[in-house]
């Protein structure tokens, strides 16, 4: 069965330093995804990315944040500058037009 | 702003006995209605969806009910199992936007052998 496979599985990065979460989606869908769950707390839609666009992106979604489709299959989630409060699980998710999401494993992030 | 509730953090039954998860929303602007089903470390599983148009949507052991007049749906398990046991997540978006889903907050499920 298809589906979305993220790297690495926990990634653990000092403050102020870049990150990259890499996604593969699932191979025929067209809408990607990014989620967030801190600890405790809700999962928490970051972006959405259609025709190699960013279609929607929440608050949260602020300049130190970006997403790319560098080829047909990868899609990833860049943080600039890593802060203590990034410290989350991410996930990527992806869907064909008008039908439910499907999330993969999620990476752990974790700020020191 | 809190579009999506689940008022319940955690439930618990007897294997064999229904489960009921219960999830209400407030912008009437929601038009479909997903659960997941959410295991540690693991990411959201989809579990069964509901459009605005129908009261009612089932799959094998679960089914969604959708009453939009009180803004509110929930998923019944039936029978439930000790491997349903997990953290159950309501997701609500509308057709206008770009595919946005807004989560609830989620209830443990656990079911006792």
Same mark, same amino acid.
């Given at each position: 069965e298809p589906e979305v496979t993220q790297t690495p599985s926990h990634q653990v990065t000092q403050m102020g330093q870049e990150v990259i979460l890499r996604c593969v989606?699932?191979?025929?869908?067209? $809408?990607?995804?990014?989620?967030?769950?801190?600890?405790?707390?809700k999962v928490e839609f970051l972006v959405s990315f259609y025709?190699?666009?960013?279609?929607?992106?929440?608050?949260?979604? *602020? *300049?130190?944040?970006?997403v790319e489709r560098p080829d047909g299959s990868n899609f990833t989630l860049k943080i600039r500058s890593t802060k203590l409060? *990034?410290?989350?699980? $991410?996930?990527?998710?992806?869907?064909?037009? *008008?039908?439910?999401?499907f999330f993969g494993q999620g990476t752990r992030l974790t700020v020191v | 702003d809190q579009q999506v509730k689940q008022n319940s953090p955690s439930l618990s039954v007897q294997e064999g006995r229904i489960s009921i998860l219960n999830c209400d929303y407030t912008n009437s602007m929601f038009d479909y209605f997903l659960w997941y089903k959410k295991y540690p470390a693991e990411g959201?599983?989809?579990?069964?969806?509901?459009?605005?148009?129908?009261?009612? %949507?089932?799959?094998?052991?679960?089914?969604?009910?959708? %009453?939009?007049?009180a803004k509110h749906l929930s998923l019944h398990i039936v029978p439930s199992q000790p491997g349903d046991s997990a953290v159950y997540f309501c997701a609500a978006r509308s057709s206008s936007n770009t595919g946005k889903l807004i989560f609830g907050q989620g209830t443990t499920l656990q079911v006792k052998p």
């Open positions: 989606p699932i191979s025929n869908h067209l $809408y990607f995804y990014w989620y967030r769950q801190i600890l405790g707390q025709n190699n666009e960013i279609s929607e992106k929440s608050e949260i979604f *602020d *300049d130190q944040f970006s409060e *990034d410290s989350a699980m $991410y996930f990527c998710a992806s869907s064909e037009m *008008d039908t439910e999401a | 959201p599983t989809f579990l069964i969806s509901i459009s605005s148009i129908k009261d009612k %949507n089932e799959d094998g052991r679960f089914t969604v009910f959708l %009453n939009k007049s």
